[in-house]
C-alpha cells in the first residue's frame, strides 16, 4: 500500500511514477483525494459535535440544582447524537471506499526505472559462455524421459497437463538440488522456515496479490464457517506475513529467511513447443528468500540476496545473465526487479530462474509491519524477496548443459555429494 501522505503531497508524481508501470491513476488519485477530504470533514465534525455534546452535559447538574427545564438540552444532545451516528456511517462507508482504492493501486517503481516492459529490460551483466556442442544435443523432454528422470506420461495421467513426476534418480537429482539451495542459506546466516502450504486471505493481501490476483491461485473447498483458504503460490507469501501486525525492533533486524515449499500455479502458461516439460506448470518447487530491514539498509539487502541468487547459479556452473526489469515487468507490489536468466540450449533463449525485488514499505503497509527506533518512534520496515532457487527450470538446463554424447548426464561438482554419482546414465 502507498502512503497517503504522499499521495497528497505529491499526487502528479504518484500519477506519472504509476504510468511508467504502465497505470493510468489519475481517476483513482483523485478518487482518494476527494474520500480523504471527505472522510477528513466528516471526523473534525464529529469532534466537534462531540466537544458540544460534552459541553452541553455539564450544563445538566447546573440546570438541575437551579431547577430550570432541561427539554431543550436533551432535544440538543439527541439531535447531535443522530447526527455523530449518521456520520460514523458515512465515515464507515467512505474509509471502506478508501480503503479499496488504496489496496488497488500497484507499488510505485523506483525512479531509474525505465519506463514500459520487457522491451526495455536491461541486461547488466553476464557470467560463463554459452556451452558449444560437438554433437547434436537433445532436449531436456527426451533425456529426461530416456533416462527415467521425469514421468510426464503419468504426470499428466494424475492431474492433467501441467504435471509431472519426479522419477527414481529424477526424484533424488531434484532433492539435490534443493538440499544444495538449502545448505547454501542457512552457511549464510537465513533461517529456515517450513511453512504452511495452505494460507489465509490476509497473507495474500499482505504479499499484494489480493485482491486483484486473487483468482490467480487455487482456492480450497470449505465449509461456510470455516476460514477460506488458498495453496500458496511462492513461500513469500507466508515469510512476508510471519511479522504481519507485529512491531519489532532495531535490534531485530535484519530478519532473513529461506522456506521450502512446492508452489502452485492456476496459470502455468501457453504450453509452447519451446516450453514443453517443466518449464511451465501447475506445481513446482521453490526455496525463497525474504528480508526484513531497515528502511536505510533496503539496498544493501537487495544486493545481497541478488549477490546469493547469483552465485548458486554460479555454483552449478551454468552461463546466464542478471537483467534489470523495466518498470512495467515488475510485479505490482515491487519496486525493484532483477531476474537471473539461464540459458536453456532448446529454449532459444534465456529463462529466469530467480527474480529478486524489493517491496520498499508497500507490503509493511499492508500488512502493519513496523520497526521501533532507539528513541521511541516507529515507522515502516521494508521487505524484499528473492528466488533461491525455483528449480522448474534449473533441472532442464542441468541436463541439457550437461548432456553427453551418449546421452548421459554429468551431474554438477556441488551435488555429487547429494546425489552419491558423478554421472547419470
Not at 455534546?53 to 440538543?76: C, H, S
Not at 525485488?357 to 520496515?381: C, H, I, P, W
Request: glycine share 8%; hydrophobic share 35%; charged share 30%.
Amino acid at each position: 500500500m502507498l502512503d497517503i501522505k504522499y499521495i497528497k503531497e505529491s499526487p502528479d508524481e504518484v500519477i506519472a511514477r504509476l504510468a511508467k508501470k504502465g497505470k493510468d491513476a489519475k481517476a483513482d488519485i483523485e478518487a482518494i483525494l476527494d474520500l480523504d477530504s471527505r472522510r477528513r470533514a466528516l471526523i473534525a465534525e464529529n469532534e466537534a459535535l462531540k466537544a458540544e455534546q460534552n459541553k452541553t452535559n455539564k450544563l445538566i447538574p447546573q440546570y438541575k440544582k437551579e431547577g430550570k427545564d432541561m427539554a431543550a438540552l436533551f432535544a440538543e444532545l439527541k439531535e447531535a447524537g443522530a447526527k455523530v451516528k449518521a456520520n460514523d456511517e458515512n465515515l464507515k462507508q467512505i474509509e471502506t471506499q478508501l480503503t479499496s482504492y488504496m489496496l488497488g493501486l500497484p507499488n510505485l517503481p523506483d525512479l531509474d526505472l525505465k519506463a514500459g516492459g520487457k522491451e526495455n529490460n536491461e541486461p547488466l551483466r553476464y557470467y560463463g559462455e554459452p556451452r558449444v556442442f560437438d554433437f547434436e544435443p537433445k532436449n531436456h523432454v527426451d533425456l529426461c524421459t530416456n533416462l527415467g528422470l521425469i514421468d510426464y506420461k503419468r504426470g499428466a495421467k494424475l492431474s492433467g497437463n501441467g504435471f509431472w513426476i519426479y522419477s527414481g534418480l529424477g526424484a533424488r537429482l531434484e532433492w539435490a538440488i534443493l538440499n544444495y539451495f538449502i545448505d547454501f542459506h542457512t552457511g549464510n546466516n537465513y533461517q529456515l522456515m517450513l511453512v504452511p502450504h495452505m494460507l489465509g486471505y490476509e497473507c495474500g493481501l499482505t504479499a499484494g496479490q489480493f485482491p486483484k490476483f486473487q483468482d490467480d491461485v487455487y482456492w480450497l473447498e470449505t465449509a461456510e464457517d470455516e476460514r477460506r483458504r488458498f495453496m500458496l503460490p511462492t513461500a513469500e507469501t507466508a515469510l512476508v506475513s510471519l511479522h504481519r501486525d507485529e512491531i519489532l525492533t532495531e535490534a531485530d533486524l535484519p530478519k532473513k529467511y529461506i522456506s521450502y515449499t512446492p508452489c502452485f500455479r492456476r496459470e502455468a502458461g501457453s504450453y509452447r513447443a519451446d516450453e514443453r516439460g517443466m518449464v511451465r506448470g501447475h506445481q513446482f518447487n521453490k526455496v525463497e528468500m525474504v528480508q526484513y530491514t531497515l528502511p536505510e539498509k533496503s539496498d544493501e539487502a537487495f544486493e545481497e540476496l541478488v549477490g546469493n541468487a547469483e552465485d548458486l547459479v554460479k555454483g552449478l556452473g551454468f552461463h546466464f545473465r542478471t537483467v534489470k526489469l523495466a518498470a512495467e515487468d515488475c510485479s505490482a507490489s515491487m519496486a525493484r526487479t532483477y531476474d537471473i536468466e539461464i540459458n536453456i540450449p532448446s529454449m532459444n533463449g534465456y529463462k529466469e530462474v530467480s527474480s529478486v525485488s524489493n517491496a520498499r514499505d508497500y507490503q509493511a503497509r499492508r500488512g502493519m509491519m513496523r520497526v521501533r527506533r532507539e528513541n521511541g518512534k516507529t515507522e515502516f520496515l521494508h521487505t524484499l524477496n528473492g528466488s533461491g532457487l525455483a528449480t522448474s527450470r534449473i533441472f532442464p538446463a542441468l541436463v541439457e548443459q550437461n548432456q553427453n554424447a551418449d546421452g548421459s548426464v554429468t551431474v554438477p561438482e556441488v551435488l555429487r555429494k547429494y546425489l552419491g554419482t558423478d554421472i547419470i546414465k
